[in-house]
């Protein structure tokens, strides 16, 4: 089923667009966090809540994330989980932390348009 946002833009209703979707690490699949299950992206569930970044899709509030910060999270997140993987007791950086070091090197997280 597809539906608009309140600002016309089509989305369709399924677990890519849910709000209880978490993206697992594998990256290949979604985890749902009302049936605390795994879950395929186009499956549907009578549960469905549009996420918080679609209701705002369209609205011109946004930007794009260059990919190259993308590619700097996840050196830190790759590089927090081989520390925990060697028994190192090191608190995962906030996002607001990562931001701020790729900002400051590279003056934005977000692509010039």
Not at 12 to 34: E, H, M, P, Q, Y
Request: with cysteine; charged share 35%; glycine share 8%.
């Amino acid at each position: 089923m597809i539906m608009r946002n309140k600002f016309g833009v089509k989305i369709r209703k399924c677990c890519a667009s849910c709000d209880a979707r978490v993206i697992t690490s594998k990256g290949n699949c979604r985890f749902c966090a009302l049936e605390s299950k795994e879950v395929e992206a186009y499956d549907k569930c009578s549960n469905w809540q549009l996420s918080k970044g679609l209701e705002e899709a369209g609205s011109g509030k946004g930007g794009v994330k260059r990919k190259a910060y993308f590619n700097y999270l996840q050196e830190v997140r790759d590089g927090e989980a081989i520390a925990r993987g060697l028994g190192l007791r090191i608190p995962a950086k906030s996002i607001e932390e990562v931001r701020a070091e790729f900002e400051k090197e590279n003056n934005s997280i977000f692509i010039d348009l």
